[in-house]
């Protein structure tokens, strides 16, 4: 049998170097794929990475129960000065 010069170089430089790539696109795919699914939509990360703004909305006077309740005692019994 007759062993080619290329084998060599094959066996110790490509092989391993294709393994790695082999890898780094399976945990490249993958994180894109939780990326997609499942990380996109947690608010902690849209915030971290600026992906939806936070709005803010005015809150009203008379936003409660306790609110309207003591508007209503108020207006009802004026306190004199």
Known sequence: MESSS???PTVLFLRPL??????????????????KLVLVHVPL?????????????PK?????RYSRFYNSI?????VPQ
């Not at 009203?60 to 409660?64: D, F, I, Y």
């Open 6 to 8: 290329w084998v060599y």
């Open 60 to 64: 009203p006077e008379t936003r409660g």
């Open 74 to 78: 108020s207006s009802q019994n004026p």
């Open 45 to 57: 990360v849209q915030e971290i990475f600026g992906l939806k703004k936070k709005t803010i909305k």
């Open 18 to 35: 294709l393994a790695i790539a082999f890898v780094l696109c399976f945990i490249a795919l993958w994180w894109f794929l939780a990326w």
